[in-house]
């Protein structure tokens, strides 16, 4: 990780005001993924995975707010930044490639325009010259017969498309940062494996840095070269992906590790995690949000999380980590 | 292993969206005109069996027919053609409406995808595990308690809960209610579309757990479909791969998943991501599956997204062949048999 990060984040928090009280989604994440690097932010859902990528896109829900923290793209603290500026980075510099494409497009307007009209804000292109750009974009994300699927709307076409057709709305103005938040979610595995193919050679010949964002630990794993696991709001470990799966510190991970299905030969061997998310309502949140789940809790876990060197690859916040090996690395699959 | 249910050449049509309109239809039954309209074989010909207390997975991309396939068994849906015998009782000859108040009607149950959504949101998780026992066992009062409670206990759902409405259960509560509704009755057999889909992993794994104990206890037999082949590999003992309506392959999941013999198969299994594997060189599908509507009698239906696509492919449609206990539909399976 010598490269410069193309984006990172320091010490973001984000809250809810909810009627029942304030809801703490995000505390002290910090993570930044360099150029042309890959990551993935793993969690189970409402550990706060989608949080992130909204705050940093400047895309929260008005209830939402961020009480702390930076998020540096290009030297412009996105969460300090006027709408104003926003509008102009959003598209250009960053963008987004959201879970559900077929509620994400606009469904009452043509997939040609909704492409060209990126690529009149965003990306330069005049408005004579957009529609056929349009058309160059559908081919480049591997749509056959593009002039005819430019008319098309999104209820016409399948899922896989519309994922498309997204991806060559998120990438038209050639961002330098692509988030991809569940973007094969819903989609049958044979679409996955193409899509996320897609998605990794753009990346590649664009060279963004993309944050990938899945509750998929396998398919996190085929696809970025870190992963970063979350849990009730916090970053519990970061590790490259291939150093996570053998060698996971964090309790919660190796939890997460074992439930997968396809670490296990048998339904019996597949462990589950016991307890759930804690209410992030609380008042009294331990400093660990993960210590009343966990089973090596002592009594260090009620001081504030350590926090690692800043240069560490491999970062786990937890007080009594497991030792480094511990977990013998899992069989590889024969199926 | 003695069937429990028997499907026999079951086809499912529907008379396509986009087909001619009221004008046209008008003109056709006065002026005449081709006399097929267009349809959509949802599910053409397909037929395989389920043992006494055996689990069996199908899987395939969306679109492919399975969801029919599983309404129509369920006698949710009409078939088009073939039977379905359940037993020695034929239940395709009833239409749905008819077998909806029939005797044998809580011997197949259903658990659907997302109880969020399945489950009645002004009944409580009580009232809808009784709701068919209402209706199907006639039960009132305290024996409807009575049993009611005795479900819940071994789906490991409190007696504290049974109260509340679905919004207030948590996603793994709503799948216990789903799946205590369905057991509720007593059916032989379970069909269970996606029931973990829309679950965490942690959560995913207790009520695999939960299905698993539940079949043994109470020995019933499962239809589980899934697009998620690493949990049918657990769970599964055998499995169907459905492609455009067609039952491509059949097996033991465990073959089938070791050894795929079909090229279908093939890409599925090699899209699974894996923990300790890359994406480097694997198999992919490219392009769309071919139209369902009145698809070619005499074409393959992978044929345009197969790897191997020959002549012959598109001059006779492959049949299900056996080889031992796998059956494959291709033209080639033989290549790909394990040597013995």
């Not at chain 1, 793209?73 to 959201?98: H, P, T, Y």
Request: glycine share 8%; net charge positive; proline share 7%.
């Amino acid at each position: 990780m010598t490269a410069a990060p193309a984006l990172s984040v320091e010490k973001l928090c984000v809250e809810f005001r909810t009627r029942s009280g304030v809801v703490r989604a995000l505390d002290n994440v910090s993570f930044s993924v360099a150029k042309g690097e890959t990551i993935a932010l793993v969690g189970e859902s409402g550990s706060g995975k989608s949080v992130t990528a909204y705050a940093v896109m400047g895309i929260l829900d008005p209830a939402g707010r961020v009480t702390g923290g930076r998020a540096m793209l290009d030297g412009l603290d996105l969460l300090s930044a006027s709408e104003r500026q926003l509008a102009d980075v959003r598209g250009r510099k960053m963008a987004m490639i959201f879970q559900n494409p077929r509620t994400a497009l606009n469904p009452i307007r043509q997939v040609g325009r909704q492409i060209a009209d990126v690529l009149i804000r965003h990306g330069d292109v005049t408005r004579k010259a957009a529609p056929a750009a349009a058309i160059e974009m559908l081919r480049a994300v591997g749509i056959t017969d593009p002039v005819r699927r430019a008319k098309t709307y999104p209820f016409e076409m399948s899922g896989g498309m519309c994922q498309r057709v997204m991806i060559a709305i998120a990438l038209a103005a050639k961002p330098s940062l692509l988030i991809a938040d569940e973007p094969t979610t819903g989609l049958d595995v044979t679409t996955q494996a193409v899509i996320m193919d897609l998605i990794s050679d753009l990346a590649k010949k664009l060279g963004m840095a993309t944050i990938f964002i899945t509750h998929d630990l396998a398919l996190a794993g085929q696809r970025a070269a870190r992963i970063v696991v979350m849990h009730a709001g916090h970053i519990v470990e970061t590790a490259p992906t291939r150093d996570l799966f053998v060698n996971a510190r964090h309790p919660y991970t190796a939890e997460l590790i074992a439930a997968t299905p396809d670490s296990a030969t048998s339904l019996d061997a597949l462990a589950s995690i016991p307890g759930s998310l804690p209410d992030l309502r609380r008042a009294d949140l331990p400093p660990c949000r993960y210590s009343e789940r966990c089973p090596r809790k002592t009594e260090r876990c009620a001081q504030p999380l350590p926090v690692g060197p800043p240069e560490a690859v491999h970062t786990i916040a937890c007080w009594n980590p497991l030792p480094e090996r511990a977990i013998s690395a899992p069989k590889v699959n024969a199926a | 292993m003695t069937t429990l249910l028997d499907v026999a050449d079951v086809s499912k049509l529907f008379p396509a969206a986009g087909g001619p309109g009221a004008w046209a239809r008008i003109k056709r039954r006065f002026v005449g005109g081709p006399a097929n309209l267009p349809q959509v074989h949802a599910v053409d010909d397909v037929s395989f069996a389920i043992g006494k207390g055996e689990t069996v997975g199908l899987v395939g991309e969306s679109g492919c027919g399975k969801s029919t396939l599983v309404r129509a068994l369920t006698r949710l849906i009409d078939v088009s053609d073939g039977t379905i015998t359940l037993g020695d009782r034929e239940l395709a000859r009833k239409t749905s409406r008819v077998f909806a108040r029939d005797r044998d009607r809580a011997r197949i149950q259903m658990v659907f995808q997302d109880a969020g959504e399945s489950v009645n949101p002004r009944f409580t998780a009580f009232n809808a595990i009784a709701d068919p026992l209402r209706r199907l066992r006639k039960l009132r009062g305290a024996a409807l308690e009575e049993r009611v409670s005795t479900v819940a206990r071994q789906c490991g759902l409190p007696a504290e809960l049974l109260s509340r409405f679905p919004h207030q259960l948590s996603g793994g509560q709503r799948a216990r209610v789903g799946i205590a509704r369905a057991v509720a009755v007593e059916p032989d057999l379970l069909v269970l579309d996606e029931p973990t889909a829309a679950l965490d992993v942690s959560v995913q794994v207790v009520i695999l757990q939960l299905l698993q104990r539940l079949k043994r206890d109470l020995g019933m037999s499962y239809l589980f479909v899934s697009h998620d082949l690493s949990v049918v590999r657990l769970l599964c003992d055998s499995v169907l791969v459905m492609y455009l309506g067609k039952i491509v392959e059949a097996g033991p999941a465990a073959e089938v998943f070791a050894h795929p013999l079909h090229p279908y198969t093939q890409a599925l299994v090699a899209a699974v991501p894996r923990l300790h594997d890359d994406a480097g060189t694997q198999l992919r599908l490219s392009g769309e599956p071919r139209s369902p509507i009145d698809p070619d009698p005499n074409v393959c239906r992978f044929y345009g997204r197969c790897p191997r696509g020959m002549e012959n492919c598109k001059a006779a449609m492959p049949a299900l062949r056996q080889f031992g206990q796998r059956h494959v539909a291709c033209h080639f399976a033989e290549e790909f048999l394990p040597r013995p």
